[in-house]
């Protein structure tokens, strides 16, 4: 893809997070200062990010998501489409980190019957992602290695995975994800939305 055409589709991409982003704001009976107050971040970034001036990283999300009460995938997907069995994987949704470079697919249908959820990572050499403890409603995940090796940091314990290995593990406590080898890493996330912790 040519340069101009990345750019284009980046500005699409944050025009629609910022659009998403303010509707779950909005939904939440939230101001802007009490989401910067919530999540820790400035209210002229949240500004600038429901603008799209500005392109929100994972780390950025994941405080927002934190203090909306509501998934990545929730602002990422972005499709408002009825539940569908079938998505193709022209048509699932993709999304970049401009800071560290992670790449995030979401491969299950948008609001699936079965509530389950999949993502598709890809952690390139030398990433490293943290995301804020869940203060509300956390749900367990499964992440289990396609390819390469990543280490999971909660708290401060690490676990590095390797190729099929598969890690249950809550989103209640922070969380980094890092590549500390010099190759691209890959792997699945599965949550079963809507199952908080405790009850999965």
Known sequence: ??????KMDQQKLDRAVGRRLKTLRTQAGMTLNELATRSGVSRAMIGRVERAQSSATAALLGKLCAALD????????LAEKPPERLVRLA?????????SGYRRRHASPTDAA???EIIVVDLPAGARVPYSPWGRNAFTQQLLMLEGAIAVH?????VR????????????RAVIFENETRQDA????ITRRGASYGKM
């Open 1 to 6: 893809m040519k340069a101009g055409a990345k």
């Open 70 to 77: 509501v998934s990545l995938s929730d602002v990422v997907a």
């Open 91 to 99: 048509d699932q949704p993709h999304w970049r980190d401009p800071e």
């Open 114 to 116: 079965s509530g389950i």
């Open 154 to 158: 909660i708290d401060a314990k690490a």
């Open 161 to 172: 995975l390797h190729e099929g290995d598969c890690l249950d593990f809550d989103v209640m």
């Open 186 to 189: 890959r792997y699945v996330i």
